[in-house]
């Protein structure tokens, strides 16, 4: 149930009739039901980003999180952990009750929510916003659109901290999400008002088994 040939099987129909997301609440839909499983879930946080959380002296008190396409929940679970006022939001409403039975006792606002068309009060609204291998998933235009959308979220003064595959430059595009991201385009993060502080080309787990991923970290200006 893990192999991921549903994922395949969705996304591939749901591109064919122009949804590019349509697919996330059928395949979560599908996993509530046991009938398959959520090729991502990683039944905890996202390693990369536990290690740059505990390298930080993070000061939270008082200070909102939001956690992008949080799926079930482990992230926005993490963040919360860090004394963050929370949201964790998912296009699929199927991911957020999974989210919300996994965790009935939790402080963080599941929420419903698109990134491409966001609640109006959440643009500059929050002082740590956490993108974790979501945008990845999205095709051109979507994927451009979705880029500014996570950087929009900063609170001024506010970080922006995201992880995702990265692109090998000999790899061909599969013709299946996810697709990972260019150096451009983990660059394009540093907009309105953003400024990259780090840009870590990593390989995790470590050695020839790992795959490449992006730590990147970017600052608003006050």
Same mark, same amino acid.
């Given at each position: 149930?893990?192999?991921?040939?549903?994922?395949?099987?969705?996304?591939?129909?749901?591109?064919?009739? +122009?949804?590019?997301?349509?697919?996330?609440?059928?395949?979560?839909?599908? /996993?509530? =039901?046991?009938?398959?499983?959520?090729?991502?879930?990683?039944?905890?946080? *996202?390693?990369?980003?536990?290690?740059?959380?505990?390298?930080?002296?993070?000061?939270?008190?008082?200070?909102?999180?939001?956690? @992008?396409?949080? !799926?079930?929940?482990?992230?926005?679970? %993490?963040?919360? +952990?860090? #004394? %963050?006022?929370?949201? &964790?939001?998912?296009?699929?409403?199927?991911?957020?009750?999974? /989210?919300?039975?996994?965790?009935?006792?939790?402080?963080?606002?599941?929420? *419903? /929510?698109?990134? =491409?068309?966001?609640?109006?009060?959440?643009? #500059?609204?929050?002082?740590?916003?956490?993108?974790? *291998?979501?945008?990845?998933? =999205?095709?051109?235009?979507?994927? !451009?659109?979705?880029?500014?959308?996570?950087?929009? =979220?900063?609170?001024?003064?506010?970080?922006?901290?995201?992880?995702?595959?990265?692109?090998?430059?000999?790899?061909?595009?599969?013709?299946?999400?996810?697709?990972?991201?260019?150096? &451009?385009? @983990?660059?394009?993060?540093?907009? +309105?008002?953003?400024?990259?502080?780090?840009?870590?080309?990593?390989?995790?787990?470590? !050695?020839?088994? !790992?795959?490449?991923?992006?730590?990147?970290? %970017?600052?608003?200006?006050?």
């Amino acid at each position: 149930m893990s192999d991921g040939h549903t994922a395949n099987r969705l996304a591939v129909e749901s591109l064919a009739a +122009g949804d590019p997301t349509g697919w996330f609440e059928p395949l979560y839909a599908a /996993a509530s =039901l046991g009938r398959t499983s959520v090729p991502w879930d990683r039944g905890g946080p *996202q390693p990369l980003l536990v290690n740059w959380a505990r390298d930080e002296n993070l000061s939270c008190a008082g200070r909102r999180a939001v956690v @992008i396409g949080c !799926g079930l929940g482990d992230d926005a679970e %993490f963040v919360a +952990g860090l #004394g %963050f006022d929370t949201v &964790a939001f998912d296009l699929s409403a199927s991911a957020i009750r999974m /989210a919300r039975h996994r965790f009935p006792r939790s402080d963080v606002r599941y929420v *419903q /929510a698109d990134l =491409l068309d966001p609640p109006a009060t959440w643009p #500059g609204a929050f002082d740590l916003v956490v993108e974790v *291998q979501t945008v990845q998933a =999205l095709p051109d235009p979507e994927r !451009g659109r979705a880029i500014s959308a996570v950087s929009g =979220l900063t609170a001024p003064g506010g970080t922006l901290v995201v992880v995702t595959a990265a692109a090998e430059t000999t790899e061909p595009k599969s013709p299946v999400p996810p697709w990972p991201l260019t150096r &451009a385009e @983990i660059e394009a993060f540093a907009t +309105g008002g953003l400024v990259r502080q780090r840009v870590d080309d990593v390989r995790y787990p470590a !050695g020839p088994g !790992g795959g490449r991923f992006w730590l990147a970290v %970017f600052r608003a200006g006050l």
